[in-house]
């Protein structure tokens, strides 16, 4: 199976230095600290647009309080492009599985079948309070499970009934008319987050850990997923610094890490600490917080996720070393890479000149 590359959409703003994922999203460190670009329609337009000249499949579109709604957001850069797909990551337990099957089903009619769909259980109680949502993180996950099986259920050509704990359905069906419904993509490292996994979605997302984590991860998964006769696809988030040689990656990768200040770290680190996500904990513990042997595996730099939530690691290296590292993702059974770097124009442009086309010399793009 090829590889399919996929870009990010900045909604929490951009800048040629990291900007955080969370509570933390708008600071930034750094000669660049007053140059944060804002998530404006025009901006986002052009990373969309660039993402799409480029060659990329899809954009992944965050979702939180912390930066843009998804669904919004990415119904209007649909108008700005034309063959640009886009994963819209939202949270299942804030909207009625109906409905979101029904706006899926308009975003199809509106786009012309361009709609992904990434669902985020979420793992920070302190972000899930402000949502009014204070289930545990296991129950969460059993919300999920529920809500997965009405949004597909309300999809097929029959009228749909569904009784669970979280949800009661009497009646409904969604009619997406010419289109299919959309791939659903879906992450989580717990237990009860790969049962959910295994039983609904089509593609399993996850962050960017060493290929040995991944290849046990990948194995454990597809082997539940056969018990319930089923086969997933397998996708992997990632920031990416690929530069036409080695040191010029490194030296990029250095110059990031010397705008991140002790305080940031410090701040960020404890915003993580108080997170049910196991993938967050997972990120956490390539780096423990420590500003040292951050090269966690060749090519694979924990820098971003001293700071940034969620994804918190890059591949840096030249062009080559960038594809050897894909393609070795890609051995294991990855087929999708989330990928992201920061500012997001500029390094879509290095990414997709560079490694991109080693990719494809190479048959695998």
């Not at 109680?125 to 809500?147: C, I, K, S």
Request: glycine share 10%; net charge negative.
């Amino acid at each position: 199976m090829s590889i399919h590359l996929h870009w990010y959409l900045p909604t929490n703003g951009d800048s040629r230095e990291i900007v955080g994922s969370g509570d933390d999203s708008d600071r930034v460190a750094g000669p660049s600290a007053n140059r944060i670009r804002p998530p404006t329609i025009d901006y986002l337009g052009q990373v969309a647009r660039t993402a799409e000249l480029l060659g990329f499949e899809a954009v992944l579109t965050p979702t939180g309080t912390w930066c843009e709604d998804a669904w919004i957001t990415t119904a209007a850069l649909s108008q700005t492009t034309s063959r640009l797909k886009f994963l819209v990551a939202f949270r299942p337990g804030f909207i009625s599985p109906t409905l979101a099957a029904h706006q899926a089903a308009s975003f199809q009619r509106v786009s012309g079948g361009r709609l992904l769909l990434n669902i985020v259980t979420g793992g920070d109680p302190v972000e899930q309070a402000r949502y009014g949502d204070h289930l545990d993180h296991d129950e969460r996950y059993r919300r999920t499970d529920e809500f997965l099986r009405v949004l597909r259920g309300v999809s097929d050509d029959t009228s749909f009934d569904f009784a669970g704990d979280h949800y009661r359905i009497e009646g409904a069906h969604i009619d997406y008319g010419d289109w299919d419904p959309p791939q659903i993509f879906f992450g989580g490292a717990s237990p009860a987050a790969e049962e959910v996994a295994a039983q609904y979605v089509d593609v399993y997302l996850a962050w960017g850990e060493t290929p040995g984590q991944i290849a046990e991860r990948i194995e454990r998964i597809r082997s539940r997923a056969a018990e319930f006769g089923r086969t997933l696809e397998f996708g992997i988030r990632l920031h990416v610094i690929s530069r036409d040689t080695s040191e010029q990656a490194w030296a990029h990768a250095d110059r990031l890490l010397a705008g991140i200040s002790d305080d940031r770290i410090a701040a960020a680190q404890q915003m993580f600490a108080r997170t049910e996500s196991v993938g967050q904990q997972r990120m956490t513990a390539l780096h423990g917080g420590r500003t040292a042997d951050l090269e966690i595996s060749p090519n694979l730099w924990a820098g971003y996720g001293l700071v940034r939530g969620g994804a918190g690691t890059a591949l840096v290296g030249s062009h080559t070393e960038v594809a050897d590292r894909i393609a070795e993702y890609h051995q294991l059974g990855i087929n999708h890479f989330i990928l992201s770097g920061q500012p997001h124009i500029e390094e879509a442009f290095w990414f997709a000149e560079g490694a991109k086309a080693v990719l494809h010399e190479r048959g695998l793009v």
